[in-house]
């Protein structure tokens, strides 16, 4: 995957988090390579932190999540911290209130986010993956969960996901099994959205995430909020805030330039207002 400078990348946790923007688009990097960018508690701290960051950014618009050094999107939690964050139940309980705020965030994340897979995606890495609203991957990606084989139980929240994307079948298969599954296989259930060769998978990626960038905001964010919202039990869903923001979009400068722009047959200028 290309390079990006790194002067213009924003370290956090002692770099093993890079933030980067051009063109309405944050990417944040996950760098930890020589771990194949297994999770510590530290990056999962500095991940919320550049969230945080692109999320109060007004020229961001949608956010690329990736792995650096090719080998790997995320493998999982780094295992080498067990010993001391997660040897028994209470340890444990700790670990994931301190690493749950990060995924809470990412999950109610206001913008769209777009997980860029290259090499594994595993365990952790594949709860973040699928907090993210769009999985593209390369070719040759391997997808799992091991918590079988590691002898721990992987939590309700990613159980959640991994369900509403591949149905309960599909998830007892992985999950009893922990077997890692190809690219090809991820795509065929339901895992990930689209394939790309290798050479191809970042241009695609920013291809797709500039496209998303130069369309209307509160359209994009009334559609993300409705999804959302049609994945709720019936009895918990919030048409009230789906009437709002629908209200938002007819009354916004961004509608009557999209008009204007189409009657003009030029390109539109969003604003989000």
């Known amino acids: 995957m290309p390079e990006i400078s790194s002067t213009t990348e924003t370290p956090y946790a ?5 933030k980067h923007v051009t063109d309405g688009v944050g990417v944040i990097t996950f760098n930890n390579p020589d771990k194949r960018n297994a999770m510590s508690l530290e990056m999962w701290e500095g991940f919320g932190e550049a969230l945080t960051s692109l999320r109060d950014d007004d020229t961001v618009r949608v956010v690329i999540l990736r792995g650096a050094g090719g080998k790997a999107f995320v493998s999982g939690a780094d295992i080498s911290q067990f010993e001391k964050t997660r040897h028994n139940a209470a340890a444990s309980e700790e670990y994931g209130k301190r690493s749950a705020a990060q995924r809470a965030l990412l999950a109610g994340y206001p913008k769209p986010t777009i997980a860029c ?15 993210a609203d ?14 079988a084989k590691l002898g721990i139980a992987y939590g309700y929240d990613g159980l959640k996901h991994l369900v509403s994307l591949v ?3 599909w998830a007892r298969l992985l999950m009893y099994t922990g077997m890692r599954i190809d690219s090809a296989e991820a795509l065929r259930i339901g895992l990930v959205e689209r394939l790309f060769p290798i050479d191809e998978l970042w241009g695609e990626t920013m291809t797709i995430a500039q496209t ?15 999804i959302a919202q049609v994945l709720q039990d019936e009895s918990g869903r919030d048409m009230a805030a789906i009437k709002a923001i629908g209200n938002a979009c007819m009354d916004s400068a961004d509608f009557r330039e999209g008009r204007q722009a189409f009657m003009e047959k030029r390109k539109p200028q969003f604003t989000g207002k």
């Open 14 to 18: 002692d770099g093993t988090i890079l």
């Open 117 to 131: 897979i290259e090499g594994f995606c595993l365990g952790g890495g594949m709860q973040v993956a699928m907090l």
């Open 134 to 147: 769009i999985r593209l991957a390369a070719h040759g990606s391997q997808f799992g969960i091991p918590a």
């Open 167 to 169: 149905g309960p079948s």
């Open 212 to 226: 998303i960038s130069e369309n209307a905001p509160l359209a994009i964010k009334a559609a993300k909020l409705t």
